[in-house]
């Protein structure tokens, strides 16, 4: 479906691809894995015409469809609604000219092609996915120009889905996501049934979503069967077979090398030296696959631990100009917690966050706290705030005022800022680098709560297990609003609720949380398709039986699709559990990559008969039959 030829592409000095080749099948899920800066997202750029090659090619099929998230956001005042349906740009233009066509037989081929691609249904579907990204029906049919910036990208992520595309570039979609809409994204994901190559640094999303993996590095790619635990496990055995044969290279050059030197200038043994001699010259070395080393991030520990509770609140309310968000909270932090906030965006997550850090003041109720309480508050929004002109470097310079130049790098280098970096402007600096100039200003009084608002966003894998590694071995209480579970799993062993107004304590895992959400998502698309189902449709109905007489073969439809819906069921946990078989991707590949097309297939089948299923029993529901 998608062919790299060896493709060649640099950016002034700097080779990013160097006759790198890979084909990706139809159907696969890819991700694309890389370091920050390896090329990624050129890649898509590459692959969507918006840059051109050096050399060599990127292709597909010639009818094939290749689409990606708009880069600006949709605004004015169209509503959401009418711009997701206008990301299916065919049902579009075929919805705008059946308004002015006059002649019966085009008319006639505009309705059969409109009832090929499903047409009538769009708007449930469109409604469906926004749904899933966390759009109310009333925001739904509101203009675009009432959300903020990380909602319109939400809306251009479903705009792209909707129109589904043949081949589906998307990178980094889940940045603008909270937990539940990586969840709906991660089921739509895998359902999808054509080829989709993402940019994610999620671990969690790149094991559940993908069944192949595009590594780039140095310049090449290479293909991976498998989702990301099982890329990651490969690489290290390559790793250690490449290491383990490099080793053994370099005890036969010593030997040789020893022989020569010994013997070059001995008559009985010249030519067997010479011999050796030119084979070293030839001996071609095998290199080490030595890893980009990741600095490692530090959160100081508290200098004075604090009695528990840490923080009470009683009864206490937060909000903005009097209006309270959230209220009745009744909840302690102590020394040793970990907590992750649940719950979706807009329900005031990161309102409690900034009445934690002090940034808000209760409206009613009471918050107790040590008076030598410190806390340490990062937010994404705060890379925005960062002092253009300003170096990491200043920023040290005004925490330690008495330092010398000497304590104050020794301090940087510590957080990761090596001289390189150090005197760098901050309008310079990578996402990451950013980031983690956040935490060091975060973390520097060595806080006894560490309050982390989405905080990986610009972290790649391998920055993130750093995290996760700094935060187990951080000896504060935590609390951590993220969408990127591998972290929250990681990382804390509480969750709160953030739902209705107020904070709870959730009792499940994140299993069972998962459970809730797309339970909720069902119950969402049920309402958008029927709702879609009470609308006429451009066609006139056939007569319908009465429902007396009808009831009994809807009851046995209703049953049929119900034992059909087990067997899909069946089939596709056979397939599960053979894919999750790391074996097979190495042994038989043809194999693994039939089962994954025939999984996607029966994905949709499956959503398919639940569809049926469930507008057939709200039929028998209506009527009380």
Not at 289 to 315: G, Q
Not at 382 to 408: I, N, S, V
Not at 523 to 541: C, D, F, H, I, S
Request: proline share 4%; with cysteine; hydrophobic share 40%.
């Amino acid at each position: 479906m998608l062919h790299i030829n060896n493709l060649i592409y640099r950016i002034g000095d700097r080779l990013l691809f160097d006759q790198a080749t890979a084909a990706l099948p139809a159907g696969h899920k890819v991700g694309l894995v890389g370091r920050n800066g390896a090329g990624k997202t050129t890649l898509l750029k590459l692959a969507l015409g918006e840059l051109q090659p050096e050399n060599g090619t990127i292709t597909v099929p010639s009818r094939a469809r290749i689409g990606s998230v708009a880069q600006e956001a949709p605004g004015g005042e169209t509503s959401l609604l009418d711009t997701v349906l206008a990301g299916d740009l065919e049902r579009a233009r075929l919805m705008d000219e059946a308004e002015s066509a006059v002649d019966p037989n085009r008319i006639s081929e505009i309705q059969l092609r409109l009832t090929d691609i499903d047409a009538h249904s769009a708007p449930a579907r469109a409604a469906i996915i926004l749904s899933g990204l966390g759009f109310s029906e009333e925001q739904q049919a509101g203009p675009c120009s009432a959300l903020s910036g990380g909602w319109r990208m939400r809306v251009a992520l479903a705009a792209a889905l909707f129109a589904a595309p043949d081949v589906l570039l998307l990178d980094e979609p889940t940045n603008y996501l909270d937990l539940e809409g990586v969840i709906w994204l991660k089921s739509f994901l895998r359902s999808y049934r054509h080829t989709i190559v993402i940019i994610s640094h999620d671990r969690d999303l790149l094991n559940e979503a993908v069944n192949t993996i595009l590594h780039l590095k140095d310049g090449k790619l290479n293909v991976y069967q498998g989702n990301y635990d099982s890329f990651d496990k490969q690489r290290r055995e390559q790793q250690a077979l490449q290491l383990k044969l490099k080793r053994k290279q370099d005890d036969a050059r010593r030997h040789m090398q020893d022989f020569v030197d010994r013997f070059r200038y001995k008559a009985s043994k010249a030519r067997q030296a010479q011999s050796r001699l030119k084979a070293l010259e030839k001996m071609q070395p095998v290199t080490g696959m030595v890893e980009d080393r990741v600095a490692p991030f530090m959160f100081p520990n508290p200098k004075k631990p604090l009695n528990p509770p840490l923080v009470r609140f009683e009864n206490a309310a937060v909000g903005y100009d009097g209006k309270a968000v959230l209220r009745d909270l009744d909840l302690r932090i102590d020394d040793d917690d970990r907590i992750a906030l649940l719950g979706s965006n807009g329900n005031g997550k990161s309102t409690f966050a900034k009445l934690l850090c002090g940034k808000l003041e209760p409206l009613a109720g009471a918050k107790r706290n040590h008076k030598r309480l410190e806390v340490g508050y990062f937010a994404q929004h705060q890379l925005d705030e960062l002092k253009a002109g300003l170096t990491p470097y200043d920023y040290f310079r005004d925490l330690l005022p008495d330092a010398t130049e000497a304590q104050r790098r020794a301090r940087l280098g510590a957080y990761g800022f090596g001289a390189a970096l150090a005197g760098n402007k901050v309008e310079s600096l990578s996402g990451g680098e950013k980031a983690r100039l956040l935490f060091a200003l975060a973390a520097f009084h060595a806080p006894h709560i560490l309050v982390l608002d989405e905080p990986t966003n610009h972290l790649d894998v391998e920055a993130r297990e750093a995290l996760v590694l700094a935060l187990n071995d951080y000896e504060g209480a935590v609390i951590l609003i993220s969408h990127d579970r591998h972290l929250i799993e990681a990382s804390a062993d509480r969750l709160w609720l953030v739902n209705h107004g107020t904070v709870k304590s959730y009792d499940g895992d994140l299993d069972s949380y998962t459970d809730l959400v797309l339970g909720q998502s069902r119950e969402l698309r049920r309402k958008a398709r029927t709702k879609a189902a009470a609308k006429p449709r451009p066609v006139a109905p056939k007569p319908q039986p009465a429902l007396g007489k009808a009831k009994k073969p809807l009851r046995k439809k209703i049953q049929e699709t119900e034992a059909n819906i087990r067997k899909l069921q069946e089939k596709i946990s056979i397939l599960d559990t053979a894919l999750a078989d790391s074996s097979i991707y190495a042994d038989e590949p043809k194999k693994a990559s039939d089962f994954a097309r025939l999984r996607t297939k029966l994905a949709g089948q499956l959503e398919a008969a639940e569809s049926e299923w469930l507008m057939g029993q709200e039929t028998l529901d209506q009527h009380g039959v």
